[in-house]
């Protein structure tokens, strides 16, 4: 696990805090979810629900509010009882379908760059990585690429969309053509949905386990942390036919065995809020995307809008740097701003070298500040 030991997320935050930056690296909200999931959470804590070890899975309430969510907003038809595992955050969700579905030495195949804990939970099971870089400053997936990847030592694709760190939702052709290749090659996947909410105009979030043929062969992840604005409440889930989350519940329940108490009852009272709360949440993300997309434009920063997340990526080479690492270092001496590389998400040293990434979930004045100092920094 040396290759694991330090995360780029703890460096430049260090890096802010050392220079009082403004620090658009690590993708959470500034501002926490709705009060009533906030007054849920309390109330369970009063009542008692909760605050000694909850069900094994996942307490009864949020695995139904989970396949109801599931139901009323993809379709997707779900038993509680058995095809719901709850996890302590989408993280622990993918650790586990890592370590039930990988022996030593097989492969998994995810598209690049990709979220640092992939790599890592991968080594956890004693799997190897093998990468498919998006396109460069497109970021769509290259599905010769994909092809040419799978290996018979392939065991699963790891799969992510709304992607992180580039911000691409996969278009339904895209994940199509996805699963023609996981078809011919008997794959499982893993899906991290994570950002499902976080999907803009003109986009649409396809589930993975949606496409025809795709269901009995996907474990897919969900964040409360992402759709509820509580990142810090480690509240997630996996689901997926019931063989699959069989495998994953007898893994996850012997990394924490149980997650979050009184939060499960909050975080299912928040899965079932109604169109009045999911709308304005994601128009408010779409308005702090403009404003920072905007705003970089303006300054001549090549920009790529991103359709979802929580993130946007400039193109380093036009600000007289070749290399997106020594931008993200010298940024805060010279700006007062932090951001992230993405060459840390990649293995291959040259895929993602100009880019970097930005992180918009942040409220529109921290954002204004944000560019302002780019501005007497860059203009
Ligand atoms: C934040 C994030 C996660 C982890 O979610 P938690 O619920 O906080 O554990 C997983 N996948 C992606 C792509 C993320 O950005």
Not at 217 to 245: E, F, H, N, Q, Y
Not at 360 to 374: D, W
Request: a negative charge; proline letters at 7%.
């Amino acid at each position: 696990m040396r290759e694991h030991a330090s995360t780029v997320f703890g460096e430049m935050s260090a890096l802010a805090v050392a220079t009082g930056s403004v620090n658009l690296g690590q993708g959470f909200p500034d501002t926490d979810g709705p009060d009533l999931v906030r007054d849920a959470a309390i109330r369970a804590i009063r009542e008692g629900r909760g605050n000694q070890y909850p069900p094994v899975h996942g307490v009864p309430e949020l695995r139904a509010a989970i396949a109801e969510h599931q139901r009323r907003f993809y379709g997707l038809e779900l038993d509680p009882a058995t095809d719901v595992c709850v996890a302590t955050g989408a993280s622990e969700a993918i650790a586990a379908a890592l370590l039930a579905l990988v022996d030593v030495g097989d492969e998994v195949v995810m598209f690049a760059p990709w979220f640092d804990l992939y790599a890592a939970a991968v080594s956890l099971a004693g799997g190897h990585r093998v990468e498919v870089a998006l396109t460069a400053g497109t970021f769509r997936p290259d599905i010769e690429a994909l092809r040419t990847a799978i290996g018979p030592r392939t065991r699963v694709l790891l799969l992510n969309s709304p992607h992180n760190p580039t911000g691409s939702v996969f278009t339904r052709e895209e994940l199509t053509a996805i699963a023609a290749v996981v078809r011919e090659h008997d794959l499982w996947v893993i899906s991290d949905e994570a950002y499902e909410h976080l999907v803009y105009t003109g986009s649409e979030h396809v589930p993975f386990a949606s496409i025809p043929g795709m269901a009995e062969r996907t474990v897919t992840i969900g964040s409360a942390g992402k759709s509820l604005s509580m990142t810090g409440w480690k509240v997630g889930w996996a689901t997926g036919p019931t063989d699959l989350v069989a495998a994953v519940r007898v893994t996850r329940q012997h990394l924490s065995f149980v997650s979050s108490g009184p939060f499960q009852w909050a975080v299912a009272e928040g899965l079932a809020l109604p169109d009045s709360y999911w709308e304005p949440f994601r128009d408010g993300l779409e308005h702090q995307r403009d404003l920072l997309c905007d705003g970089l434009a303006a300054l001549g920063f090549p920009t790529t809008v991103p359709q979802g997340t929580y993130f946007a990526t400039t193109d380093v080479r036009p600000l007289g740097y070749d290399d997106g690492w020594a931008f993200c270092r010298d940024l805060p001496h010279r700006a007062g701003v932090v951001a992230i590389p993405h060459e840390v998400f990649h293995d291959d040293p040259d895929a993602g070298k100009p880019f970097v990434r930005w992180a918009f979930c942040k409220r529109p004045e921290v954002l204004e500040e944000a560019l302002a100092r780019l501005d007497r920094a860059f203009g």
